[in-house]
Structures are given as C-alpha cells and as structure tokens.
C-alpha cells in the first residue's frame, strides 16, 4: 500500500508530466467508488484546463489547476499514476504475471483498471491512474473549496517533532503503533514504515502510547523522517502493486528490518522477528530488541 515516500516518489516524477501542459481530452472509466466526482463531471471540469502545480499531503496528491480548482488523488492500495512509455510487470494483471519470466517487461496499454486517463495538447506522453481494487480517491475539488480528507490530517510525518508526538501520546491507551497509523496525528506513515521506525527506536509497537517516553517519542520521530527520506530516495517499496511514474520499482523493499520478515533472523540481534495483528493490521517486531 502506498505511504508517504511512495506518493512523494509519485509526486516528484509525474509532475513533469503534468505541470504546463494542457489537458485536451480526458476518459474514465464508468462511475464507481473510486470517483468522489462523477466521471463525467471530471471529464468536463478537467477538459481544456492546465496542471499549474502538484502537492502532497500525507498520502494525498494535490495537482492544482490554472482555474484554481485542485484534483485530489489517492493511491488506495494498488493504486497506480504513471506515464506512457512505462513498463512494469506490475502492470499486469496477477495471471499475466504469473505467466511471464520476471525479466520480461510489457509496454502498458490502457485497460479496464485505467480509470483515468489524461490526453494534451502538445500531443505528448498520456498520464494514468490506474487502480486494479479501486480503494483509491479522485476528488475535484472547486476554487476555495476544501475536504475534511486534507483538512483533519495532523502533522506530515515529514516534519513530525517528538515534543509533538509527547503532547498527543499523553493520556492515550491505544498501542503507539496504532497511533503512528491515525492520519490525524502523523500524515503519510502507514504499516509498512510504522513497523520499521518502531523497530529502529526499540519500541513495542503493542505498547501503549502513554507509557512511551518522552526520549523514545524523540527517537521515534526522528526515525520516522530517517527512515521516510531513505524511501524516497531510493524511490519507495515496491512490495506488492507499487511503480514510480516511469515504470520503475522502489527499492526500500532491500533494506526492510522488521516489515513482512515473519519468522526471519532480525539484523541485529538474530532472534526471530515476529508477527502478531494489531488494530486488523499485520505487525512485525522484534521480541528482543524491542520492549
Ligand atoms: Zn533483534
């Protein structure tokens, strides 16, 4: 599932191929969950306008319109924003996949999980969002007009500050790890980085967030953007439907401590890290380096 470094990827790559260009057609699939806006109202609105800049906040992407309107983008689980020209096998569907040799790479055409698809007028590389279980958003939103989505998400996990991950673990019985998941606290961690930073500051993720210390909640937050900007840097995890716009994988997946290493030796201590569910969510520790 995309978290912040993923949708960050996301943003520094497909924007230069949506800033000041001109929209000339735009097709959708039929309506479902995924459109916030119905799809034909997205394509009349997104029709003839110009990409002026694309933001992120916590998971969301914001590609903001020279009408001053904004398209809210979410990636969901398996969510997908690319160019043409891109080829991944992870662009296939899980049979055809399957039934290819893994070094073989497909040229992507558009099929019926492509429920975006942008045209310009310089005649140049299509953009997709493309999203086989359609957990993903897409939301015009009006000049002015805002989202309890954007407007109730709590502090990028960019910029989280121990002081502040004190201040809202105080009086809290939820276990940190379900804390650190909760968007209106931290935006753009989710299980993956959640396991990973928790692992990084020895800390339990079932412990409860008030029994955390003011020194640990200072270590947390600062592997949180440690461990963040090494994703984004090495373009993200691509453990499962993930691509870069261009076709790429991440490769943040290499370095992973704790997360989906059930069973395996942990690198620093060689016990067995574990996997038990917290809030419905798979979690990954280590029962000796974290306490
Ligand atoms: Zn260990």
């Known amino acids: 599932m995309p978290e912040l470094p993923e949708v960050e990827v996301t943003r520094q790559r497909i924007a230069p191929f949506l800033v000041g260009r001109r929209i000339q057609s735009v097709r959708t699939t039929a309506d479902s969950y995924l459109f916030l806006t119905p799809p034909a109202k997205l394509r009349r609105r997104l029709t003839g306008r110009t990409v002026s800049a694309v933001q992120r906040r916590g998971k969301y992407l914001l590609a903001t319109l020279d009408d001053a309107s904004c398209l809210l983008v979410h990636l969901g689980m398996t969510g997908q924003f690319f160019s043409a020209g891109a080829s991944s096998v992870r662009l296939l569907s899980a049979t055809a996949r399957a039934a290819l040799a893994p070094q073989q790479q497909v040229d992507f055409r558009p099929d019926v999980h492509t429920h975006l698809r942008l045209a310009f007028e310089d005649g140049g590389a299509e953009v997709y969002l493309r999203d086989v279980r359609k957990f993903g958003k897409l939301l015009l939103l009006a000049r002015g007009e805002s989202d309890p989505r954007i407007e109730r998400l709590g ?137």
């Open 155 to 291: 502090v990028d996990a960019l910029e989280i500050r121990g002081t502040e991950l004190f201040r809202v673990a105080r009086g809290r019985k939820v276990a940190i790890k379900n804390l650190l998941l909760d968007q209106s606290v931290v935006a753009g961690v989710g299980n993956i980085y959640a396991d990973e930073a928790l692992f990084l500051a020895g800390v339990r993720p079932t412990r409860r967030a008030q029994r955390v210390t003011r020194r640990e909640c200072d270590a947390i937050a600062l592997v949180i953007q440690r461990v963040l900007n090494r994703s984004i840097e090495t373009g993200g995890s691509s453990i499962s439907d993930f691509i870069a716009p261009d076709g790429s994988d991440g490769h943040y997946q290499d370095e992973r401590h704790v997360y989906a290493r059930t069973g395996e030796a942990c690198h620093t201590c060689g016990a067995k890290i574990k996997r038990i569910v917290i809030g419905q969510r798979g979690t990954h520790y280590c029962p000796r380096c974290q306490s």
